[in-house]
Nanobody
């Protein structure tokens, strides 16, 4: 049974940093594509960053240069380092995982992921 448990959210001032973690269990972590999504009230869930099996990464344009996704296969843990936070980054952040076909790279579409955590709240004040 796939389980994803996010942590590390909180309240920070604009310009601050947070590091989110997602502890995974119940599946071969290194074989799955992993991603972070976020959803603010009234908005659709959007992909923030994804990391492929080989460690390659993609980001939504709004976080490029500020956020870094990484993973520790030995610890079955996904991370999102968030720097230079802005009020518009405020949202519930979700960890997602799925087994992609070998030739399909990790993506940022909600429909590509079947496994989700319960989320961790990030609030950035101006």
């Amino acid at each position: 049974q796939v389980q994803l448990l996010e942590s590390g959210g909180g309240s920070v001032q604009a310009g601050g940093s947070l590091r989110l973690s997602c502890e995974a269990s119940g599946f071969p972590f290194s074989s799955y594509c992993m991603a972070w999504f976020r959803q603010a009230p009234g908005n659709e869930r959007e992909g923030v960053a994804a990391i492929d099996r080989d460690g390659s990464t993609i980001y939504v344009d709004s976080v490029k240069g500020r956020f870094t996704i990484s993973k520790d296969n030995a610890a079955n843990t996904l991370y999102l380092q968030m720097n230079s936070l802005k009020p518009e980054d405020s949202a519930m952040y979700y960890c997602a995982a799925d087994l992609f076909p070998p030739t399909v790279p990790a993506g940022l579409l909600v429909s590509e992921y079947a496994n989700w955590g319960q989320g961790t709240q990030v609030t950035v004040s101006s």
